[in-house]
């Protein structure tokens, strides 16, 4: 089934060749491409397939009040997680394009606000999936065992792990600035990195990745690999982290233009030193 309009891009998952993709939309489709790159490996151009329509559990097109879709990870045997905005949720499909089973979705879920739900989707060497809400007002830890919700803006965002058929919460994500998550991703080099932004309204967005060494119940060691200046780049809300042929590991960045005339679809791509 093809989907509406071509844009809206919240996620993009690069094949380890650097060459084939899948980019989600927040309007429940999904498409499928190929980058072509030059010499250099710095990609000179893009085809795609059509937008496809993800459907919920019965089979059937995903409700409009339900189809914010924000985040991607694919597993090495093609299974995809893709995670939502509103209500806040992860879905499991054998393949993209297929029926997917619904993970579960502890009450704590429930609290996070319609378009402030699942941003970051990110998948472990081991199979444990990781989601992050953009939601500014965060769980404490004490109050995840009640379903309360702390309003405290200023509190870290929790980081949730699917694993062993359920969800807990591993861990917190350390706030920095005014910087909100929006995308992660599994590096080659086994940390977690995260794709975050700012808004400035008229002046543009601001864009941040860091990563992190993941340990059983905390992160550290953080890095900071790229902080673009307000207005450099458009609306990056999707990242995909893999290695290239000469060994670097690349950052690919996809930008939501939110199907304004105003905004732009963008692939961004930065390649880390060292």
Do not use: C
């Not at 806040?88 to 619904?102: D, K, N, T």
């Not at 359920?166 to 995260?194: E, N």
């Amino acid at each position: 089934m093809v989907g509406g309009g071509f844009g809206g891009f919240s996620a993009i998952e690069v094949a380890p060749d650097g060459l084939a993709f899948t980019a989600v939309s927040d309007n429940g489709a999904f498409v499928r491409g190929r980058f072509r790159r030059d010499a250099d490996g710095r990609v000179a151009g893009i085809t795609t397939g059509p937008m496809i329509l993800l459907t919920d559990p019965r089979p059937v097109r995903l409700a409009k009040a339900r189809n914010d879709s924000e985040g991607l990870a694919i597993a090495p045997d093609g299974t995809a997680y893709v995670s939502f905005e509103g209500p806040a949720r992860v879905l499991r499909y054998s393949a993209l394009g297929a029926a997917p089973e619904s993970l579960p979705n502890p009450r704590e879920f429930l609290a996070y606000p319609h378009n402030a739900g699942f941003e970051a989707l990110a998948i472990d060497s081991n199979g444990a999936v990781y989601s992050i809400p953009e939601e500014l007002r965060v769980f404490r830890r004490p109050r995840l065992l009640t379903g309360q919700a702390s309003n405290a803006g200023g509190d870290d965002f929790p980081v949730w792990r699917f694993a062993g058929g359920k969800w807990s919460l591993a861990f917190t994500l350390p706030r920095q600035g005014g910087f909100l998550p929006v995308a992660a991703d599994f590096g080659p080099d086994g940390r977690l990195y995260v794709l975050e932004r700012t808004f400035h309204g008229i002046a543009g967005f601001g864009s941040r990745v860091r990563s992190f060494a993941v340990g059983h119940s905390a992160l550290d060691q953080p890095r900071t690999h790229l902080r673009s200046a307000v207005g450099m780049h458009d609306n990056l809300e999707g990242l995909s982290v893999w290695r290239d042929a000469a060994g670097m590991i690349r950052l690919t960045m996809i930008s939501d233009n939110n199907f304004l005339p105003i905004q732009r679809t963008e692939i961004v791509e930065y390649r880390l030193g060292g």
